[in-house]
RNA sequence: GGCCCGUUCGUCUAAGGGCUAGGACACCACCCUUUCACGGUGGUGAUACGAGUUCGAAUCUCGUACGGGCUACCA
């Protein structure tokens, strides 16, 4: 059997969505599952829509997906250039094959005749007239013009496309692995433009070209792509490759909660779409990714890879060996899936909770720095990591959950102890200091131990103190227990938080 | 409008002729915890509709409805 190569071909005009992920992941698990590779390939042909920086970002993403590319521009390869703009010269050859073959013409329509063609054949019932057999014999193309004629417009450098002769009334049947069979009838497709004016290929073209240069042995894209199929299939046929075709398998979309997921969702709805975060260089505008919303790429492929596709039992936390070894393309559902971003949340709480300390660590670098959080040491950090690791949803919330142990409550929550605070309390807590002064070893398991025996001592309910300790050292009604806080945090400094708040409370 | 794809709890899905239609997220209740989470237990909740095939249909067929995609010298 021919070796597995699959590629993903993303055009390289802004951020890279949750659907193009997900894409990546079932391309790279299948190749990865069959011992193949996995290529990507830069689909640049559109010269008008290039965005700087956004090839780069796109290989960004994938190395923090950890679903790198075996072959692409960035990486090499036997099969290169991956980039189709290097690849410009080799399309020519074959579209003037196809129209020399009479699968295409020449076409010398302008962007206004065209126009006009479209505003003339616009009805009701008709609101988008296509370019088709209907007619193409009334447009300027090689099949109206006589030979002489098309020769000279040629010779003279006219500018021109390179159309596909969409056969009439045949049938192109398509095996798609996820879908079975689905048929369309040439009638209703229309005469696609191949070779652009400037020189390069449009997508159909080259994706045929390139998929058979690299040997791509199976093709899996979007189901946006699904109603151009046939005429990729044709074109495969008129080259002359048919036998080398690769197996189609059309993935289901995204859905966002209207549709296709975009990224206006993510502006509305404050959700990322993004595997990371993406500044528009024209506009300025970002759009959050989900790397820097506090994901572990981790948890993100392990939800993309859940999101249309199940291994048949009840697991769903897979790592991505797990993934790699599990995955079959069929088992892939055919109908679309709704985003759901507090499933992708629930993902990366079991993630993070399954992290080990060191591990961890490692992740919240940059959340301690961009939170001033500095010379902490190592066993301090990860004592507090241990108390609030599984508290953590997203690895931002880290700091949410922690910051009282780096720094002394700025103000303290005064209405969830005000009310019941009195002299009595007072007492107990200038005891309770002396109490912790000879407190040894300090640990919770003691420390907890002597709060409660003063409490009994003064006749007074353990419970009804636990809460005014807890605000005098967190500053609010939240966190881990509360003597976990104070061990962590040292005598020394549980002393001097009960001094100043006591001040503070009365 | 045309072409194509799709349709099981609110969401992701299991079940590919034979069960009380299973699980997960979310939600609700209770337990644990006199912070809040975690955790544990339980609960609400679905086969879009209509025909047909069959002893039997979520599962097969057809129609309808609804949802989605495509309809550029964009990918």
């Given at each position: 059997m021919k070796k597995v190569r699959v590629r993903f071909a993303p055009s390289p005009t802004g951020g890279l969505h949750i659907g193009g992920v997900r894409t990546v992941l079932y391309n790279y698990l299948?190749?990865?599952?069959?011992?193949?590779?996995?290529?990507?390939?830069?689909?640049?042909?559109?010269?008008?829509?290039?965005?700087?920086?956004?090839?780069?970002?796109?290989?960004?993403?994938?190395?923090?997906?950890?679903?790198?590319?075996?072959?692409?521009?960035?990486?090499?390869?036997?099969y290169g250039p991956y980039r189709q703009s290097e690849r410009k010269e080799i399309y020519g050859e074959y579209g003037e094959q196809l129209v020399k073959d009479g699968f295409a013409y020449y076409a010398f329509d302008t962007a206004e005749e065209l126009e006009k063609m479209r505003q003339d054949l616009k009805t009701e019932a008709n609101p988008s007239p296509q370019y088709d057999h209907s007619i193409r014999r009334k447009m300027r193309n090689s099949l109206t013009l006589t030979m002489d004629e098309t020769k000279k417009l040629l010779d003279a450098g006219i500018q021109h496309v390179i159309r596909i002769k969409m056969p009439e009334n045949e049938t192109v049947f398509l095996n798609d692995v996820i879908r079975g069979e689905i048929h369309f009838n040439t009638d209703t497709l229309d005469d696609k433009v191949l070779l652009k004016a400037d020189g390069m290929p449009t997508y159909h073209l080259a994706v045929v070209v390139d998929d058979h240069l690299m040997e791509i042995s199976h093709v899996f894209r979007g189901e946006e792509w699904l109603p151009s199929a046939p005429v990729h299939l044709l074109l495969w046929k008129y080259l002359g490759w048919e036998k080398h075709m690769p197996k189609w398998a059309h993935l289901p979309l995204i859905l966002g909660p209207?549709?296709?997921?975009?990224?206006?969702?993510?502006?509305?709805?404050?959700?990322?779409?993004f595997a990371m975060n993406w500044t528009d260089p024209k506009t300025g505008e970002l759009i959050a990714g989900f790397r820097e919303k506090g994901f572990l790429p981790e948890a993100f492929i392990n939800f993309l890879a859940l999101l249309g596709w199940n291994d048949g039992t009840e697991q769903e936390i897979f790592t991505k060996e797990e993934l790699i070894k599990k995955f079959s393309i069929e088992r892939v559902h055919s109908g679309g899936a709704k985003f759901d971003y507090e499933k992708a949340k629930w993902f990366n709480h079991e993630w993070i909770k399954r992290l080990t300390i060191d591990e961890f660590r490692l992740r919240i670098d940059k959340i301690l720095a961009d939170n001033n959080i500095a010379g902490i040491g190592k066993d301090y950090l990860d004592k507090v990591i241990a108390l609030v690791k599984d508290r953590c949803i997203l690895l931002t919330d880290f700091y949410d959950q922690s910051h009282f142990f780096f720094k002394s409550p700025a103000e303290y929550d005064l209405n969830a102890v005000k009310p019941k605070w009195s002299g009595g309390k007072k007492r107990f807590f200038d005891l309770f200091v002396e109490e912790m002064k000879a407190t040894d070893p300090w640990e919770s398991a003691f420390i907890e131990d002597g709060f409660k025996k003063l409490a009994m001592m003064q006749d007074m309910k353990p419970g009804e103190l636990q809460l005014p300790f807890r605000i005098m050292l967190v500053g609010g009604k939240?966190?881990?227990?509360?003597?976990?806080?104070?061990?962590?945090?040292?005598?020394?400094?549980?002393?001097?938080?009960?001094?100043?708040?006591?001040?503070?409370f009365d």
């Open positions: 299948f190749a990865k599952n069959h011992g193949g590779d996995f290529i990507l390939r830069i689909e640049d042909t559109d010269q008008n829509r290039y965005v700087k920086g956004a090839e780069e970002y796109i290989f960004d993403c994938l190395k923090w997906c950890g679903l790198e590319a075996d072959e692409s521009s960035l990486h090499g390869g036997e209207n549709g296709k997921l975009s990224k206006r969702d993510a502006l509305k709805y404050g959700f990322p779409v939240f966190g881990p227990p509360v003597f976990d806080i104070a061990a962590v945090l040292g005598k020394e400094q549980t002393i001097q938080r009960v001094h100043k708040a006591i001040v503070a």
